[in-house]
Nanobody
Framework: AQLVEAGGGLVPAGGSLRLSCTVS??????????MGWFRQASGKEREFVAD????????NFADSAKGRFAISRDNGKQTLYLQMDSLKPDDTAVYYC??????????????????WGRGTQVTVSS
């Protein structure tokens, strides 16, 4: 499977970015899985940002993302999105897309991730 992120970049504090992740996976089950976004800042461990159930009905957010970020998916386009508003310098990190291995699951714990993207850099200037 291949997950390709796009949309990262440099933005001033208070600005917005929209990340996308396109999934290329053989077979018909690729979009029957939960997906999520994780991030890793320089010198820190990778952390959970948000996830979404296979059907888009359930979402979860890290406390740091609540009220500022929105996660969505378009299964027909095999694409995951992360809309990030009111960005802060602390949001600076490499953002990774993730695809779970459990079909029809409603969330994506990090130990349930089967595939990772290569990441896209988000830099928020103060």
């Amino acid at each position: 499977a291949q997950l390709v992120e796009a949309g990262g970049g440099l933005v001033p504090a208070g600005g917005s970015l929209r990340l996308s992740c396109t999934v290329s996976l053989s077979g018909d089950t690729s979009m029957m899985r939960p997906m999520g976004w994780f991030r890793q800042a320089s010198g820190k461990e990778r952390e959970f940002v948000a996830d979404i159930s296979w059907d888009g009905e359930n979402t979860n957010f890290a406390d740091s993302a609540k009220g500022r970020f929105a996660i969505s998916r378009d299964n027909g386009k095999q694409t995951l999105y992360l809309q990030m508003d009111s960005l802060k310098p602390d949001d600076t990190a490499v953002y990774y897309c993730a695809l779970g291995r459990v079909l029809y699951d409603t969330s994506l714990p990090s130990d349930h991730v089967e595939y990772w993207g290569r990441g896209t850099q988000v830099t928020v200037s103060s």
